[in-house]
Nanobody, 114 residues
Framework: QVQLVESGGGSVQPGASLRLFCRASGFTFTIYIMCWYRQAPGQQREFVATINTASSTNYADSVECRFTIYRDNAKKTVYLQMNNLNPDNTAVYYC????????WGQGTQVTVSS
């Protein structure tokens, strides 16, 4: 019954922007810490950004000042605004929720190329 459904990925050119969506259901969204992770081809899954229940945020060094994570508790949705994308950002992006229990979404593909 727990679901995290990502959307908003796509194929874009370098310098473009994308906004990713993660829509949650089946758990008490407001008390969970939400995160975005990504996994590039042949690479391990890595942390991108997190937002806690008080909307305090943290980012990987590689994306800070370009990516923004935010949440809308009324809509049970967490977002990742990605600006000035480059080919190194190509990956499957995964939504993650944690509070004792951990949940993962299925991922959404982001491809950045010329």
């Amino acid at each position: 019954q727990v679901q995290l459904v990502e959307s908003g990925g796509g194929s874009v050119q370098p310098g473009a922007s994308l906004r990713l969506f993660c829509r949650a259901s089946g758990f008490t969204f407001t008390i969970y810490i939400m995160c975005w992770y990504r996994q590039a081809p042949g690479q391990q899954r890595e942390f991108v950004a997190t937002i806690n229940t008080a909307s305090s945020t943290n980012y990987a060094d590689s994306v800070e000042c370009r990516f923004t994570i935010y949440r809308d508790n009324a809509k049970k949705t967490v977002y990742l605004q990605m600006n000035n994308l480059n080919p190194d950002n190509t990956a499957v992006y995964y939504c993650h929720a944690r509070r004792g229990q951990t949940y993962w979404g299925q991922g959404t593909q982001v491809t950045v190329s010329s």
